[in-house]
């Protein structure tokens, strides 16, 4: 099974902070990773797809970048309403792991 | 519009068993990957289940061999077995859809496994 492993595990930030948060994986997986927002009591939302496509309807302060094992979420000029969990996703092969979260605090 | 509804969660005893239910609209499920996600009280996302659109199935290890994912295209349904549950099993179980590049781009709102005596 290809394990995700994602940092850090929480952080502080302000609005208007850029944020990054980064995920390895246990193997190449090329470029099959998401991102994914969720918000307490609510289901997740999908922000990024294929490591850097942005999902439709997503804001363009997120972005992603990389490919083989190393992944970032980057949250540019952060809002109040992006203090959220944020998790990655390998789905180069099942079982479909999940990095075991960030979560976005306010400073 | 995409909405997927989730139905069939509950308290069961250990040892078990609950079939939940997935209502799709705005797609055909036949069309489409399927998954079965869950979440443990206060914990993080554990993928369960996936159901190709040509019809192969996966499931985690922690599952395998206890729960068994299922359609019903004529109902545009997608179901999720569960037997043999156990207190470990207790999360809320979301439904999603399978998108671009093996991504998952649409959710259920959850229903609620409780698994104890």
């Known amino acids: 099974d290809i394990q995700m492993t994602q940092s850090p595990s929480s952080l502080s930030a302000s609005v208007g902070d850029r944020v990054t948060i980064t995920c390895r994986a246990s193997?190449?997986?090329?470029?099959?990773v998401n991102w994914f927002q969720q918000k307490p009591g609510k289901a997740p939302k999908l922000l990024i797809y294929?490591?850097?496509n942005l999902q439709g309807g997503v804001p363009s302060r997120f972005s992603g970048s990389g490919s083989g094992t190393d992944f970032t979420l980057t949250i540019s000029n952060l809002q109040p309403e992006d203090f959220a969990t944020y998790y990655c996703?390998?789905?180069?092969?099942?079982?479909?792991?999940f990095g075991g979260g960030t979560k976005v605090e306010i400073k | 519009e995409v909405q997927l509804v989730e139905s069939g969660g509950g308290l069961v005893q250990p040892g078990g068993s609950l079939r939940l239910s997935c209502a799709a609209s705005?797609?055909?499920?036949?069309?489409?990957?399927m998954n079965w996600v869950r979440q443990a009280p206060g914990k993080g996302l554990e993928w369960v289940s996936i159901?190709?659109?040509?019809?192969?199935?996966y499931y985690a290890d922690s599952v395998k061999g206890r729960f068994t994912i299922s359609r019903d295209n004529s109902k545009n349904m997608v179901y999720l077995q569960m037997n043999r549950l156990r207190a470990d099993d207790t999360a809320v179980y979301y439904c999603?859809?399978?998108?671009?590049?093996?991504?998952?781009?649409?959710w259920g709102q959850g229903t609620l496994v409780t698994v104890s005596s």
């Open positions: 999603a859809r399978g998108g671009f590049s093996r991504s998952i781009d649409s």
């Open positions: 705005g797609f055909t499920v036949s069309s489409n990957n």
């Open positions: 159901i190709y659109s040509g019809d192969s199935t």
């Open positions: 193997q190449s997986i090329i470029t099959y």
């Open positions: 294929a490591a850097s």
């Open positions: 996703q390998q789905s180069s092969s099942t079982p479909l792991t």
